[in-house]
């Protein structure tokens, strides 16, 4: 199982750095959303697997009876989830609001912030 | 969205849901739920009211701008972690109160209000949205 | 189910049963406060005239909190407090040495005095979009790295900062700021990425996440455990977030874009907190990096140094000028950590306070000169000298200490940094130390030339200084200046803290010991 889950990691990883390099910001858009689902799968297979036992703590007891899945990773995998998800919907509207302003989603054609034919610096007074 | 049938149900609706999303805050003390999934029904019951009869009424019953709501909540969960402090154990410790009142006994605790914080830091926030998108689709 | 009494003495094996001292709070309260009051100015939202002052009045409490904090830390050594009772591992822990402390101050500081520049410079506009709110909440979410113990909150407190420094590096909204949102954005937001990857290995390879805990499981691994992947990946997570060479590029793009206020808060804080999370790692979770590791970093760091101030010596533009100085500044610090003996990493923690001071502060001096001459390029500036000394005498008293001459803050850890390096007879390291200090005073000699000393061209706009004469524009960069000035001239109380937090680093045992302490301190099963 594990195996199988860090093939299917190592696919999504390999998709999404594939779509990150490239020039347009939607597809990089793209490619960090695979990210992070990558990232989550593999937190979960870092906390080993497993299978249909889930901690919860039987009614009246202090501690569960049996070894149970581990918690952890869902815990911090719950959290990266909403996180991730709601910095990914903001630069989502941030990228559209980038392409509605100026009329492009290449980066090469992105130079506002870096204008290419600012003049040189004075070489004296 | 001005059909008949959604704006006699919405105040139904939307009533029922604030009272389940209530029951989920309170249930989740010690059951599946809690502040935050309550807090996502409620803000789509504000939702549903919004579509069915507009933003503008929305906001004249809500009373308080729904960002506000949000910083409240933001509000009650840090100062419910700080109660620990007068309860001399590190921050964000659980206390609890048993106080009986008419014969009823009442469970309070500070996760109970860190919960509330929760519920309504969620609903601000989600409210928010989604009335802002749908004033943007129905003006 | 029957309760058995040994469960019950179980669980009560994992919490505390003593109640922690008062001054323990001081940990807390630096993430407390922000939140609090950025509460409260939300709730505010339509009066937007009490916005500035709630902040300011959020900041001296906070100013006030930390400088007891860092009392406290001096003088009791490592202060942990375990979140909700449980002890660590189990639960998240903030534990405070004498870094995160010093730092928190630093940052609490910068967080003051930008929060009076924007008071004064800010339209109604963006204080009701919630600016100081945005601002506390940044300021939180760096006090809550600089101060956590546990590697996933760590990563929690990042995404936290970087949600506030979303929120303010789109105000305003123009064209060229949103394009240099979409790098900041996207570039910051693939570093969480990795940390969170490395962050989800770690785990993997030591089964926990507080990072005393992982300090004494990591010499106990086996061979084949993925160390070097797991150090490289924190590593190139942490190098993105500082901006180091060879992935600087996004900050001298996007750190002018947005109002500069947020420019200087961004050049303070952000990529330091990078840097100390290096620090933390460095120390706590691989000590002893493969060789291979360590050459990388010292190569990355002398790279970083020498073209970031090549890059600044070429622009035209004084607020790019300024993005490239602190790039070449995070190579310093990473030089001193690439270096790793005590005396180096002091430079480095020297260095960082030094870098978040003048930063900040040739930021808002940059905006001045902007706000009263209109012009931002060395090509149209000129002749500020004769209607605006003042600025001109503080303009040049950053540019001495940002290029390390004395008797301001930048000469002391660039002789700390130099005595490190020649220490370990690393020559060319020591080179570069001084090639950047000689390069950096160029750069700055120029733009002080070029914009100061030069005569206004003929047909120049007129240049107008009533904007100069506004206090609370003024005072916040010459409070900056005063502190540059006072650690050039008075550097001992520095040197103290930060030669004790070095001492912290190169042996963290004290840092482990305070942590595992409070487990002595667990509750005997309830009857």
Not at chain 3, 133 to 156: E, H, K, P, Q
Not at chain 3, 166 to 193: K, M, P, S
Not at chain 3, 324 to 332: A, K
Not at chain 3, 342 to 365: D, F, K, P, R
Request: hydrophobic share 55%.
């Amino acid at each position: 199982m594990e195996v199988a889950l860090a093939i299917l990691v190592g696919c999504f990883f390999a998709l999404s750095i594939y779509l990150i390099l490239s020039l347009h910001t939607i597809r990089i858009l793209l490619g960090i959303a695979i990210l992070t689902n990558a990232v989550n799968m593999s937190i979960f297979t870092a906390g080993r697997l497993t299978r249909e036992v889930p901690p919860i703590v039987p009614d009246g007891s202090y501690v569960p009876l049996e070894a149970t899945a581990n918690p952890l990773p869902q815990a911090l995998i719950l959290t990266a989830i909403v996180i991730s998800f709601s910095l990914f919907a903001f630069v989502l509207v941030l990228v559209y609001r980038a392409y509605q302003e100026l009329g492009t989603d290449a980066t090469t054609e992105m130079v506002e912030a870096e204008p290419p034919h600012e003049p040189a610096t004075p070489r004296g007074y | 969205m001005n059909t008949v049938i959604l704006r006699t149900v919405a105040p139904f609706l939307t009533s029922l849901m604030i009272i389940f999303s209530i029951f989920v805050l309170l249930r989740g003390h010690n059951e599946p739920g809690g502040g935050f999934i309550g807090g996502l029904i409620a803000a789509s019951s504000v939702a549903i009211y919004g579509i069915a009869n507009g933003v503008a009424p929305v906001r004249r019953a809500l009373y308080f701008h729904p960002i506000v709501i949000a910083a409240a909540g933001v509000l009650l969960a840090t100062l419910s972690g700080v109660m620990s402090l007068f309860g001399n154990v590190p921050f964000l410790t659980g206390l609890w109160w048993f106080p009986e009142t008419t014969g009823i006994p009442i469970t309070l605790s500070t996760p109970l209000f860190f919960d509330i914080g929760v519920w309504l830091t969620v609903v601000g926030a989600i409210s928010a949205i989604a009335l802002a998108l749908e004033e943007k689709e129905y003006d | 189910m029957a309760t058995g009494p040994a469960d019950k003495a179980l669980v009560a094996q994992s919490m505390l049963n003593e109640a922690p001292a008062l001054s323990d709070w001081l940990v807390v309260t630096p993430v407390i406060i922000p939140f609090v009051f950025a509460a409260i100015i939300v709730m505010q939202r339509q009066r937007v005239d009490r916005h500035g002052p709630i902040a300011i009045a959020g900041f001296v409490l906070l100013v006030l909190c930390n400088i007891g904090l860092v009392n406290a830390v001096r003088s009791d050594g490592v202060i942990v407090m375990a979140m909700s009772n449980w002890i660590p591992p189990f639960g998240i822990s903030f534990t405070v040495d004498i870094v995160s402390a010093l730092f928190a101050l630093v940052a609490s500081v910068i967080g003051l005095l930008t929060a009076i520049f924007a008071d004064g410079d800010l339209d109604m506009r963006s204080r009701r979009y919630g600016f100081f709110a945005f601002l506390l909440l940044l300021v939180a979410g760096v006090s809550g790295a600089f101060l956590t113990g546990d590697v996933f909150n760590l990563y929690v407190w990042f995404e936290v900062l970087l949600i506030a420094s979303f929120g303010l590096i789109v105000y305003g909204g123009g064209r060229e700021q949103l394009d240099g949102a979409v790098r900041y954005a996207i570039l910051n937001l693939l570093a969480t990425t990795f940390f969170l990857i490395a962050t989800g290995l770690l785990y993997g390879m030591t089964g926990t996440l507080n990072f005393a805990d992982i300090a004494r499981k990591v010499p106990e691994l086996t061979a084949g455990a993925p160390t070097a992947a797991v150090a490289s990946l924190f590593i190139l997570a942490f190098a993105m977030k500082a901006a180091a060479f060879p992935l600087n590029f996004w900050l001298p793009a996007s750190y002018h874009t947005p109002p500069a206020v947020v420019g200087a808060l961004f050049a303070g804080l952000l990529t330091k907190v990078g840097v100390y999370a290096l620090f933390r790692i460095t120390s706590l979770v691989f000590p002893t990096p493969p060789a291979i590791i360590d050459t990388v970093v010292m190569a990355v760091a002398v790279a970083t140094m020498v073209i970031g101030v090549l890059g600044a010596l070429a622009q035209n533009d004084i607020r790019r000028v300024m993005g490239f100085l602190v790039v070449s500044g995070i190579g310093s610090m990473l030089l001193g950590i690439a270096l790793g003996t005590t005396e180096a990493l002091m430079g480095a923690i020297i260095y960082a306070v030094h870098s978040m001071i003048v930063m900040t502060a040739l930021y808002l001096a940059v905006d001045l000169i902007q706000k009263a001459t209109a012009r931002f390029r060395l090509t149209e500036l000129g002749g500020l000298y004769a209607v605006a000394p003042l600025l001109s005498t503080l303009f040049l008293v950053l540019a001495f200490a940002v290029s390390g001459l004395p008797p301001f803050s930048g000469l002391w850890p660039k002789i700390v940094l130099l005595r490190a390096s020649l220490a370990v007879d690393a020559h060319w390291a020591a080179f570069a130390i001084l090639l950047t200090g000689i390069l950096t005073s160029i750069t700055m000699g120029r733009v002080w030339a070029l914009t100061f000393w030069r005569p206004r061209s003929e047909g120049a706009p007129e240049i107008d200084t009533a904007m100069l004469q506004d206090r609370r524009l003024m005072a916040p960069l010459i409070a900056l200046v005063a502190l540059t000035v006072g650690i050039g001239l008075f550097p001992a109380p520095l040197f103290e803290l930060a030669g004790l937090g070095a001492a912290g680093l190169t042996d963290p045992s004290e840092y482990i010991r305070a942590v595992f302490d409070l487990a002595a301190h667990v509750g005997v099963a309830e009857q």
